[in-house]
């Protein structure tokens, strides 16, 4: 508001983008069950389709080196037959991308999240809303021409109210049994050293450490969840020189400790990263991770091995196709289940979930303020250790968006989670 107040030369900084959208979506397996077991609703038809309505504002100002900036993004989502699954989402982030001379620069941000967590992540047939609050601080000086420090602190609280079945509790195949958990929260709180060598452009290499520390809350009765502890080192490095590919690199090892001695894991950990412009309408891009995170819905832990490949075709200045394709090697120790006498039970086997996503997405834009986005999917994930953790799932959509903007917001420092 004191923007649009300020005189006219204030506001030549002031790029702003205004978007409303609707979305079309069916999915065959809307709450990616495995075949044969039963909806909430009873039957096994699983598919259903959801019309949603969204809208998003994006602003960044610039005042000499500083760009401050805020995003909101707001969308309702109506079901077809799963009303149940009605809900609404948004995104609310804002902050300041500062820069001191030549020396200092950082980032300083805030960001609010409220989504439906996937089926694709969560093993349940109830809807459960993730709202996410997060802060995030760097800054990062040029010690000398060739060596630069950064330091990132965050802090992140994740609120997952529900009433699903934990993987753990015993349960009926074919209708699951329910234990209500009110409110429950993971608090993390990190911290982020690292020294990196600059004198080669283009080039940089360096070593970073991290020190995490999280605890659950309101986990209800009779469920063991301690706090924990978790540090990594690792090697970076980023390679540019061709202007044609870009690699992006880090690799280490991380160790994660509870206080009870429950759910201690460690193992390598990063990410590698290759991006390779082949003409000038296309380009190709891969990129390995492997982490150590929470698995919140059952307040333990996992491992998470991902690989990722993306062609991005722009055939003309109005159409771009991106073909993709994810694998994810899940890993959650001590969270195994079997079937016995015709109910699972926990049985401190390690679960393994491999699931498997292609994915194709055409992007057309036949005048500036129109974009219409067609796109398809397939889903699979088959499971070891685990009862019912097996599914297959297509989607098929299409975005319209009707959009206005002011200006090219310029890109912001990537904040590297």
């Keep these: 508001m ?10 030549a900084e002031l790029a702003l983008t205004v978007a409303g959208d609707a979305q079309y979506q069916y ?20 598919g259903d389709s959801f019309i949603a309505y969204g809208g998003k504002l994006d602003a960044s100002y610039l005042w000499s080196q500083q760009q401050f900036y805020a995003t909101v993004v707001g969308t309702d989502y109506h079901y077809d037959r799963f009303s149940e699954l009605d809900h609404n989402e948004y995104t609310l982030d804002g902050g300041w991308d500062w820069k001191v001379g030549r020396l200092w620069d950082g980032v300083l941000d805030v960001t609010r999240i409220r989504s439906m967590v ?23 000086v040029q010690a000398t021409p060739d060596w630069r420090a950064e330091f990132t ?15 753990l509790t015993v349960t009926e195949p074919a209708a699951p049994a329910t234990t209500t958990i009110t409110d ?67 690799i280490g090892y991380t160790r994660r400790s509870s206080d009870s001695g429950i759910n201690n894991i460690s193992g390598a950990t990063g990410e590698l990263d290759y991006q390779r ?42 159409i771009g196709v ?13 969270q195994g289940n079997t079937l016995v006498d015709g109910v699972t039970v926990g049985n401190g086997t390690q679960q393994m979930e491999y699931l498997n996503m292609p994915s194709l997405t055409v992007t057309y834009a036949p005048v500036p303020w129109l ?41 912001r420092t990537p904040l590297n989670y």
């Design 322 to 334: 991106v073909l993709g394709y994810t694998f994810t090697y899940r890993q959650l120790p001590h």
């Design 153 to 167: 602190g965050i802090t992140r609280k994740v609120n997952q109210p529900q009433s699903t079945a934990n993987p």
């Design 184 to 250: 429950l929260t993971l608090t993390e709180t990190s911290g982020q050293a690292a020294v990196k060598y600059t004198g080669t452009a283009g080039v940089t290499a360096g070593v970073s450490a991290t020190y995490l520390k999280g605890s659950f809350s309101n986990v209800g009765p009779l469920v063991v969840a301690p706090s924990y502890t978790q540090t990594s080192g690792a090697l970076t490095a980023t390679d540019v020189v061709t202007g044609l590919s870009t690699f992006r690199g880090q």
């Design 118 to 140: 996937s089926f694709w992540n969560l093993v349940g047939t109830s809807l459960v809303i993730q709202t996410e609050q997060r802060e995030t601080g760097k800054a990062s």
């Design 27 to 46: 999915n065959t397996n809307v709450f990616d069950l495995q075949r044969g077991f039963q909806t909430p609703f009873g039957g096994t038809s699983y």
């Design 277 to 318: 412009t082949l003409t000038g309408k296309t380009s190709v891009e891969a990129d390995l991770t492997r982490q150590i995170n929470a698995y919140l819905t059952n307040d333990a832990s996992e491992i998470d091995s991902a690989a990722a490949l993306t062609a991005t075709w722009q055939a003309t200045y109005r």
């Design 371 to 411: 974009i219409l986005k067609p796109y398809v999917n397939y889903q699979t994930r088959t499971s070891q250790n685990f009862v019912g953790g097996n599914f297959d799932a297509t989607t098929v959509g299409v975005l319209f968006t009707l959009q206005w903007q002011r200006g090219v917001i310029p890109p």
């Design 2 to 11: 004191a923007l649009l107040a300020s005189p006219v030369p204030a506001l």
